[in-house]
């Protein structure tokens, strides 16, 4: 069965610093995977998606992600914190043959001035 | 715009008074899901429909029903809700396409159920 584990339920930053939060993956064949964010108050939204092309993906607002197989890892990244990327974030997986999209606990960001 | 539209946003009811939230989708979409959001848990799907007439259970489908008679349509339905069904509710849809493989989903705003 596929599933994912994002590490740590909230992390916190200061604007400007580095925004790292960890997703492992767990999956019997080729994934694909997803990372997608949760501002208060609204539905979810595509940051980005790997799709067995590059395994650095980049997405909207300055996001990227990096897909490694040996680490069994796609961890979101972002160089420079920004006080409006405070949001919760989901890591999601899906295999080639479902459609279905299996979701992690999310990740609660805070970014502090 | 295309949207996912879920109604109502918030309700507020007891237990055992049947309700339905509807969820409305203008994209053609062929693919719809529920999900319920809870803390420490994620997003869980309860139902998805591959297409019209065809609907499956998600990983945690007890106590809700769903139908799709039209391909815009997916409305949840909660026949006798109970507090342990209090969650975020949220509807989503997409083309799955063979050739990308990546079921992209736009989701609604969710909508709040607290059942007392």
């Known amino acids: 069965a596929q599933s994912v584990t994002q590490l740590g339920s909230h992390v916190s930053v200061s604007e400007g610093a580095l925004v790292l939060l960890r997703c492992n993956y767990s999956?019997?064949?080729?994934?694909?995977l997803f990372w997608y964010v949760q501002y208060p108050n609204q539905g979810l939204q595509l940051l980005l998606k790997?799709?067995?092309?590059?395994?650095l993906v980049k997405g909207i607002n300055g996001f990227e992600a990096e897909f490694k197989k040996s680490e069994t890892s796609f961890h979101l990244t972002k160089p420079s914190a920004h006080m409006s990327d405070a949001a919760e974030y989901f890591c999601a997986v899906s295999d080639r043959y479902t459609d279905k999209l299996i979701f992690g606990t999310g990740t609660r960001l805070q970014v502090f001035p | 715009e295309a949207q996912v539209t879920q109604n109502p946003r918030y309700l507020i009811t007891v237990t055992g008074k049947k309700l339905t939230v509807t969820c409305s989708q203008n994209?053609?979409?062929?693919?719809m899901s529920w999900y319920r959001q809870d803390p420490g848990l994620g997003l869980r799907q309860i139902y998805y429909s591959m297409n019209v007439e065809v609907t499956d259970k998600g990983d945690v489908p007890e106590g809700y029903k769903v139908s799709r008679k039209e391909k815009r349509n997916f409305p949840l339905i909660l026949e006798s809700p109970s507090p342990n069904q209090t969650s975020l509710y949220f509807c989503?849809?997409?083309?799955?396409?063979?050739?990308?493989?990546?079921?992209?989903?736009?989701f609604g705003a969710g909508s709040r159920l607290t059942v007392l």
């Open positions: 994209m053609n979409h062929e693919y």
């Open positions: 989503a849809s997409s083309n799955p396409t063979r050739t990308s493989g990546a079921n992209v989903l736009t």
């Open positions: 790997y799709t067995s092309a590059a395994t």
């Open positions: 999956s019997s064949v080729p994934p694909y």
